[in-house]
């Protein structure tokens, strides 16, 4: 059984930084690729930021140049550091951890972890 685990979330000042972390435990988990993804009140869940296991990343538009998703040594481990936040970044952030099995894609969640981004 894998278990994500987020930490990292808060309260912050718009222009502030948070550092969001994600780690696996329990099974042996070699995931393909870990991300980030957020859902705001009335709406749906979206992607922030993903990170292959061969390092090549991919973000939102609406975080690009702001925030940085980066990965442990452990490969299992995922960071997401957030600046510049704004109170549109307002929204419980969650840790995606994804294995491709042929043609199958298994999602794996963490517990999400709120992030309240206002003055």
């Known amino acids: 059984q894998v278990q994500l685990v987020e930490s990292g979330g808060g309260l912050v000042q718009p222009g502030g930084s948070l550092r969001l972390s994600c780690a696996a435990s329990?099974?042996?988990?070699?995931?393909?690729?870990m991300g980030w993804y957020r859902q705001a009140p009335g709406k749906q869940r979206e992607l922030v930021a993903v990170?292959?296991?061969?390092?090549?990343?991919n973000y939102a538009d609406s975080v690009k140049g702001r925030f940085t998703i980066s990965r442990g040594n452990a490969k299992n481990t995922v960071y997401l550091q957030m600046n510049s936040l704004k109170p549109e970044d307002t929204a419980v952030y969650y840790c995606n951890g994804k294995r491709y099995i042929g043609a199958v894609t298994y999602d794996y969640w963490g517990q999400g972890t709120q992030v309240t981004v206002s003055s």
């Open positions: 329990g099974s042996i988990f070699s995931p393909d690729a």
């Open positions: 990170i292959t296991r061969h390092g090549s990343t």
